[in-house]
């Protein structure tokens, strides 16, 4: 029995592959990619001799078996267009049929948008909601997005130029004027990393171009449960008593779970 080995291939610059996925291009008996073209600048580039085959959204249910017949007694490699095969991509079908076949499945890890895009929006990525590419319809988009409206999860969704800022106006009418970081063209000539709210990036990508991947902020806390109000009033009710800014906005913070950020600029919102 042969192994597949799900390989991640650079999203921009050709640089960004590990020496072990380079090995493992060069060793395996045949290479299963989503685009021919990308695949072979990337071998031709290293100087890899290897046997293409396409597999992609629109062949996949007749190449499956082929490949799983193959995977009988050859090594294959599983190649996305970028990245990480299997994330936004039919490559995890082929997977899931691989893995249920008693294929040893092996993972050769390297770039990935998603990752990269978290690393440098500076959001804490405890808590992370992955939603691939957001629905091509507006309804199917809103009604994606409705049920994340009270949720503290930071949400990361890739978009094509076309429909970002259609997409982006969903987000303002549905989630509401978060922080956001727009990426733009990861790792390529034209790389842009934008950081501000959902309305400005609006503003900014008058006409988009490239590859976008969208990291938004998750609701906080106190947008979660509507407490800003008790909150507030429970602030002035301390102040009222005379207990000092530290102890009211600690007590606070602690009761209805606010950063003691934001409870310390209701403190001095309180008259």
Not at 133 to 153: I, V
Not at 178 to 185: G, Q
Request: with cysteine; aromatic share 6%.
């Amino acid at each position: 029995m042969g192994v597949l080995y799900v390989v991640a291939t650079p999203i921009g610059n050709l640089e960004d592959i590990t020496l072990r996925a380079l090995r493992v291009l060069r060793e395996v008996d045949l290479i299963a990619a989503e685009d021919t073209r990308t695949t072979r600048k990337l071998l031709n580039h290293y100087d890899i001799k290897a046997h293409l085959t396409s597999y992609h959204e629109h062949n996949r249910q007749a190449k499956i078996p082929i490949l799983l017949k193959a995977l009988e007694t050859k090594d294959i490699a599983l190649v996305s267009e970028a990245g990480m095969p299997g994330i936004s991509d039919p490559g995890y079908e082929l997977v899931l049929e691989a893995v249920n076949a008693g294929v040893s499945v092996v993972p050769i890890p390297g770039a990935s948008a998603l990752t990269s895009s978290l690393a440098v929006s500076g959001r804490s990525p405890g808590m992370v909601l992955f939603l691939g590419f957001l629905p091509r319809s507006k309804k199917e988009r809103r009604r994606t997005l409705d049920p994340l409206k009270s949720q503290p999860y930071t949400i990361v969704a890739f978009e094509s130029p076309h429909r970002l800022r259609s997409s982006l106006e969903d987000v303002v009418e549905v989630l509401g004027d978060r922080d956001m970081t727009v990426c733009r063209e990861l790792t390529k000539m034209h790389e842009e990393v934008f950081r501000g709210k959902v309305s400005q990036a609006i503003s900014h990508f008058v006409e988009p171009r490239g590859e976008f991947t969208l990291v938004i902020g998750g609701a906080r806390p106190a947008e979660n449960t509507g407490d800003f109000d008790k909150a507030r009033a429970d602030l002035r009710s301390l102040k009222d008593r005379g207990v000092k800014a530290k102890e009211a906005v600690a007590l606070v913070a602690s009761a209805y779970d606010i950063p003691k950020r934001d409870t310390y600029r209701l403190w001095i919102e309180t008259k």
